[in-house]
C-alpha cells in the first residue's frame, strides 16, 4: 500500500494492527534480507562481529527480522506506533521484558539487546538525556522494510532526514519496499 497516494494518520495504522488488516507484515521474515544477510555484514563490517553491531528498525511492527537480528547477536531498537504489535511480538518469541520506565515508552528484553519505543517515530531523538532518546546514538544497520513506501509524501523528506541523521558514518541504510 502507498500511504502517499491515500494519506493516512497514526490513528489509521493502529486501527488496522486493532483489525488484523496487516498484509504487509512477513511472518517469517524477509527472506531477501536473510538470505544475503552474511555476505552484506561480511562485506560492509569486516573488522565487526555481530555483538557489536547495532540495528534500527522504523516502524517495525512486530516484524520477524526483529528476533532474527536478535538471534544473530545484533543490539536491535525497534520503534512503532501500535502497542499491540510490541506485545504481539514479545509474547509470540517467548521474549521476556523488563517492566517498562515510568513512562512506558520502550519495551526491552532481560538482556537490553532488544527494545522496541512505542510511539510517533518523529517524537523520537538520537539525542541523550530526552525521555525519548532511542537507546543508541548512532547505528550501523537501519532496516525499513516498507516504512519510506508507508509513509505520507509529506512525511517522507523529514523521514530520510531523520535516518540519515542516526546513521554512523559507517553504516549501511537496507531497504525493500516492495510491500
Known sequence: MNAGANPRSLDDWQ?????????????????????HFDKIIKETFPTKSANELKVLIPLCGKAHDIYYFYQRGLTVVGVEYAAQPIKEFFEENNLEAKQPNEIGVFTETTD????????????FTGEPGHCRSLPV?????????????????????????????LLSSDGVHLSDNSA
Open 112 to 123: 537490553s539487546r532488544l527494545c522496541i519505543g512505542q510511539g510517533d517515530l518523529f517524537t
Open 137 to 165: 546514538e548512532k547505528y550501523d544497520i537501519i532496516w525499513d522494510r516498507g516504512s519510506f513506501e508507508a509513509l505520507n509524501l509529506e512525511d517522507r523528506p523529514r523521514y530520510s532526514k531523520f535516518i540519515s541523521s
Open 15 to 35: 486501527q488496522r494492527w486493532t483489525e488484523g488488516n496487516t498484509k504487509w507484515h512477513e511472518p517469517n521474515g524477509n527472506e531477501m534480507l536473510w538470505r
